[in-house]
């Protein structure tokens, strides 16, 4: 076991690179333990262009490697390790991963969130076949083909949009007869000669062979059903805190999402925060779950410090 960090900071997307920015900055030790690779969310977006700085919009990848760049500058280690387990109670908090154990003084909960799964027949055994949730990592294998993108909220729409550089057209199915998403995002799509929408329908079934082929809709309003030729279904119907480790351990709300007070996202374990889509919050975006880190790490700061105890 490589001793005992200031800080372990669990997942390394927006929230959990500026939180060890800031520690690591701030001299503390601080480790970062991600399972996959730096970014979250924030790497399967294709083009982010409300992120402030960049006037031109920035590729998710991009952005994530400089901030990992920018976080490991000040010293932070990386080690790539999914999380298995936890014990959070007392000054040593042990984390087990599936390759090894760490410890740490303080936590903080950066594990964000992965979209939700439609759950209807096909979904899974196509998934990899036809069936994707990234369109920045998949969309290039639609070249000249047909695809549809189901949901009305601001990941749907915009990947929309940007599978039409790929594809020949693409059909966004959503169930009500109006769209969440941000309206310049909306107005981009509604623009797009190759962009068509079926509203008040749902995907029923997804169908295929050895990859997909249609899927079966269902109109909401008038009952009717059709089947709509497809080489690709791109699914963006929300998202699920990756906050199941955690279950039994921490508070978490009906969602699954991990309890943790809005003024300095402490949890009700002393010593250890929740930052960014893992927690409860209005705004989802790579700006918010920034502030999250930069406001766990200045908890962690106090409690290491001994300043103030964590408000809870
Ligand atoms: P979301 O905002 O949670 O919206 C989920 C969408 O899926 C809604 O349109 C919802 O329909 C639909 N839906 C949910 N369950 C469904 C089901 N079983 N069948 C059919 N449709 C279903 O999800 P998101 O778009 O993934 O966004 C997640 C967060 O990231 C949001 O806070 C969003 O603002 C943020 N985000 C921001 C940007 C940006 O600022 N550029 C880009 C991407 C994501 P209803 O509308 O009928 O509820």
């Given at each position: 076991m490589?001793?005992?960090?200031?800080?372990?900071?669990?997942?390394?997307?927006?929230?959990?690179?500026?939180?060890a920015?800031?520690?690591?900055?701030?001299?503390?030790?601080?480790?970062?333990?991600e399972?996959?690779?730096?970014?979250?969310?924030?790497?399967?977006?294709?083009?982010?262009?409300?992120?402030?700085?960049?006037?031109?919009?920035?590729?998710g990848?991009?952005?994530?490697?400089?901030?990992?760049?920018?976080?490991?500058?000040f010293?932070?280690?990386?080690?790539?390790?999914?999380v298995?387990?936890?014990?959070?109670?007392?000054?040593?908090?042990?984390?087990?991963?599936?390759?090894?154990?760490?410890?740490?003084?303080?936590?903080?909960?950066?594990?964000?969130?992965?979209?939700?799964?439609?759950?209807?027949?096909?979904?899974?055994?196509?998934?990899?076949?036809?069936?994707?949730?990234?369109?920045?990592?998949?969309?290039?294998?639609?070249?000249?083909?047909?695809?549809?993108?189901?949901g009305?909220?601001d990941?749907?729409?915009?990947?929309?949009?940007?599978?039409?550089?790929?594809?020949?057209?693409?059909?966004?199915i959503?169930?009500?007869?109006?769209?969440?998403?941000?309206?310049?995002?909306?107005?981009?799509?509604?623009?797009?000669?190759?962009?068509?929408?079926?509203?008040?329908t749902?995907?029923?079934?997804?169908?295929?062979?050895?990859?997909?082929?249609?899927?079966?809709?269902?109109?909401v309003k008038?009952?009717?059903?059709?089947?709509?030729?497809?080489?690709?279904?791109f699914?963006?119907?929300?998202?699920?805190?990756?906050?199941?480790?955690?279950?039994?351990?921490?508070?978490?709300?009906?969602?699954?999402?991990?309890?943790?007070?809005e003024?300095?996202?402490?949890t009700?374990?002393?010593?250890?925060?929740?930052?960014?889509?893992?927690?409860?919050?209005?705004?989802?975006?790579?700006?918010?779950?920034?502030?999250?880190?930069?406001?766990?790490?200045?908890?962690?700061?106090?409690?290491?410090?001994?300043?103030?105890?964590?408000?809870?």
């Amino acid at each position: 076991m490589p001793g005992v960090y200031d800080v372990v900071i669990i997942g390394g997307g927006p929230a959990g690179l500026t939180a060890a920015l800031y520690t690591a900055r701030a001299r503390f030790r601080t480790l970062i333990l991600e399972r996959l690779a730096p970014g979250g969310q924030m790497a399967t977006t294709e083009h982010i262009e409300n992120y402030p700085g960049f006037p031109l919009g920035m590729n998710g990848v991009d952005l994530s490697l400089r901030m990992l760049e920018q976080a490991e500058r000040f010293g932070t280690e990386v080690i790539y390790d999914e999380v298995e387990r936890v014990e959070l109670a007392g000054p040593i908090k042990v984390i087990r991963g599936q390759l090894g154990s760490y410890e740490g003084r303080t936590v903080i909960l950066a594990t964000g969130a992965s979209p939700r799964k439609l759950g209807v027949v096909g979904e899974d055994k196509f998934t990899g076949a036809g069936v994707s949730y990234c369109a920045t990592c998949d969309g290039a294998l639609y070249a000249d083909k047909r695809v549809v993108v189901v949901g009305g909220a601001d990941s749907a729409v915009e990947e929309a949009s940007f599978l039409t550089r790929f594809a020949s057209q693409v059909t966004i199915i959503h169930r009500r007869d109006q769209f969440r998403a941000a309206p310049i995002i909306v107005e981009r799509a509604l623009q797009n000669p190759k962009i068509q929408v079926m509203y008040d329908t749902v995907v029923e079934a997804i169908y295929g062979e050895r990859s997909v082929t249609s899927v079966a809709v269902r109109n909401v309003k008038t009952n009717t059903t059709e089947t709509v030729a497809t080489s690709g279904v791109f699914i963006y119907v929300g998202l699920i805190p990756n906050a199941g480790f955690l279950a039994g351990v921490l508070p978490l709300d009906r969602g699954g999402y991990v309890l943790a007070s809005e003024h300095d996202l402490s949890t009700q374990e002393e010593g250890v925060f929740a930052a960014g889509d893992v927690r409860p919050k209005s705004l989802r975006q790579v700006a918010t779950a920034v502030g999250d880190g930069a406001l766990a790490a200045a908890g962690v700061e106090r409690y290491l410090s001994g300043v103030i105890k964590t408000e809870r």
